[in-house]
């Protein structure tokens, strides 16, 4: 299954469950062209859809590892959390119930705050 078949089975997965839609490809750096696959700005909550991790893919070589490492530190010096999600959490529902659990948590701080 290539990235965007993921992202668009996660995508769809989010609509059925009934969460809130969140942004894709969202821009989250002022300077660099970092996008997340998927975002909640007003959360500063992402997920980003980790395709290709068994072939070798860009994100597994160690040039692709160490700009990933870049942008997961930039985004959480800015605050964000990231939700990465692999190909089998997508599969399994196992990614769509890390982000009903973090929107849970984001909704019970909001009241307690």
């Not at 696959?37 to 395709?51: N, R, S």
């Amino acid at each position: 299954m290539s990235k965007s078949d993921l992202e668009r089975t996660f995508a769809n997965q989010i609509r059925l469950a009934g969460l809130p839609e969140p942004v894709a490809e969202y821009r989250f750096h002022a300077t660099r062209r970092w996008r997340f696959d998927f975002a909640y700005p007003d959360l500063k909550l992402a997920i980003e859809i980790e395709g290709g991790i068994w072939r070798r893919g860009r994100h597994n070589r160690a040039s692709g590892f160490v700009r990933d490492a870049e942008k997961y530190n930039e985004a959480a010096i800015a605050g964000w959390r990231v939700l990465r999600i692999p190909t089998n959490m997508v599969e399994d529902g196992t990614g769509l119930a890390y982000l009903e659990r973090a929107l849970e948590e984001e909704r019970r701080n909001a009241i307690t705050n």
